[in-house]
């Protein structure tokens, strides 16, 4: 069933920020690309978004991928070999939102860390490292993810980052981030996607989330690490062909939209803000450092609370028994933040009854 919309006829969709719709200039250049056999290498299109990915995030190789989850999924088997043990934090997507990715694909065991908003220091990372030993797996990598998912996009500064990469240096351990939201942690901090991937032996990075692409992911490294990940891509089933019509979309993206991403962060803090001053929720707005708002319902169930606002035009994500997400998008102008919290109090106060 779908939802309803607001009076103003719009649905506003906060459920996440893989529900936008490509701009009309965005379809345009989809449908103009040029196009060739990917898996032989030769779609200028996917080529140009790869090299160009690459530069920004300032490493030798980029692969194309269609979604964040096998990006995530190729770095780990391009890193590991079955049986050996990778380090996540404990809410991070890798572990939680992939299906078992990494003892299904990989055979590997994941080793958590219990973060705070999904951050974690080298202390942390230290006391979960255990000695070479043969009744234990041995540990080959350790995964950050900025901004943090479930943390509440929640964003890794650059002294963090140096943190647990100090010690997975002197660990003899090999680095991989998951900046599906990676973007979004660069506008936040004014620090360049480069610098924050510089510590890291590979990065995901998703056109799909905030940059508002239908479709893709990529996958960096160095060459070598790339050319390796080249066959698991392979091997998991995700080898394109005429994939230029959909790397067309996530080029501009990349091209247009990442600085934009901080109407986003500044629509997040307005809803966070507006959500406070209502009965019945409980937020912690300076937690909001990008686009996505968690919040509890008081004395209410977030199921129910998601169905009464869906009814009514808004739509957002029960996350737990009494916490819901809102993710500003794309989509989302802060004329319907404006309307989407008139709603919220209505609804809350009991006057949209």
């Given amino acids: 069933m779908s939802a309803s919309s607001t009076s103003s006829g719009k649905q506003i969709d906060l459920r996440s920020d893989t529900v936008t719709l490509p701009t009309p200039a965005m379809r345009r250049a989809m449908a103009e690309a040029m196009v060739g056999d990917d898996v032989f290498g030769e779609d200028p299109t996917v ?19 269609p979604s964040g989850t096998m990006a995530n999924q190729i770095a780990v088997r391009t890193h590991t ?49 255990r000695p070479p030993d043969q009744h234990f797996p041995p540990t080959r990598l350790v995964c950050i993810e900025n901004t943090h998912n479930r943390g509440g996009g929640s964003v890794w500064r650059l ?84 994939a230029g019509i959909i790397a067309a979309g996530a080029l501009h993206a990349l091209h247009n939209h990442r600085s934009r991403l901080a109407e986003d962060h500044a629509n997040a803090k307005r809803l966070a803000q507006g959500l406070s001053r209502l009965p019945g929720v409980a937020i912690d707005v300076e937690s909001v450092e990008t686009n996505i708002v968690l919040f509890r319902v008081t004395g209410g169930s977030a199921t129910e609370f998601v169905r009464k606002l869906d009814a009514l035009g808004v739509r957002m994500l029960a996350t737990g028994a009494d916490t819901i997400r809102a993710v500003t998008n794309l989509n989302v102008s802060g004329e319907d933040i404006t309307v989407a919290l008139e709603i919220i109090a209505a609804m809350c106060t009991g006057s949209g009854n």
């Fill in 47 to 65: 080529n140009e978004l790869e090299a160009q990915t690459a530069v920004v995030l300032g490493k030798e190789a980029a692969l194309f991928v």
């Fill in 81 to 129: 070999e079955h049986g050996d043990e990778i380090v996540v934090e404990s809410s991070a997507h890798i572990y939680y939102y992939e299906a078992g990715g990494p003892a299904a694909l990989s055979g590997v065991m994941c080793r958590c860390v219990t973060g705070r908003r999904g951050i974690f220091s080298g202390a942390d990372l230290e006391a979960v490292l």
């Fill in 159 to 242: 002294d963090q980052i140096a943190d647990v990469a100090a010690v997975a240096k002197r660990r003899g351990l090999r680095l991989h981030m998951d900046g599906a939201r990676l973007w979004n942690a660069a506008v936040a901090t004014g620090v360049s996607e480069r610098d924050l991937a510089a510590p890291f032996d590979s990065v995901s990075v998703c056109f799909s989330k905030g940059l508002g692409a239908p479709v893709g992911s990529a996958l960096a490294g160095s060459k070598e690490f790339i050319a390796r990940a080249r066959r698991f891509r392979k091997q998991f089933g995700g080898g394109m062909r005429q």
